[in-house]
């Protein structure tokens, strides 16, 4: 899949830090800055969320929300909060979608389709997954 500038976000459902975003409903009718990173408990990735919540007022003014995306559990994102805290000095002050299925790492191109079912490999898995959502 790919986007151009002036084309329409796909739409999708999943769950976040935040609870469950409809995409769309979410957003409203706001702009987003919609970004991933490849797995929590990284020391790059902490420093990019830090960042990100740090400028987070600076966003909201522009009526920008931030949203990101990693195919670790929602449970576990939670749990690396604290770390990302400690590292930066700030908490995360957005949603952060769990995406151990992959779901929406393939449906926006970020993963080929035959990258998997799941983040096995990629990610430290746990028995506490749930079944993805449709």
Request: aromatic share 10%; net charge neutral; proline share 7%.
């Amino acid at each position: 899949m790919m986007l151009r500038i002036g084309s329409k976000a796909p739409n999708f459902r999943a769950d976040s830090t935040e609870g469950h975003i409809h995409f769309h409903e979410w957003m409203g009718d706001a702009w987003c800055l919609f970004f991933s990173h490849p797995k929590d408990f990284t020391p790059v990735c902490a420093t990019e969320l830090g960042s990100a919540a740090g400028m987070k007022p600076a966003f909201d003014v522009r009526n920008c929300k931030l949203l990101a995306l990693s195919v670790d559990s929602v449970a576990d994102h939670k749990r690396w909060m604290d770390d990302v805290e400690i590292i930066t000095g700030h908490r995360p002050n957005f949603p952060i979608i769990g995406d151990p299925y992959l779901k929406v790492a393939k449906h926006y191109g970020m993963l080929p389709d035959d990258a998997g079912e799941d983040a096995r490999g990629r990610t430290a898995w746990t028995t506490t997954r749930s079944a993805p959502r449709s």
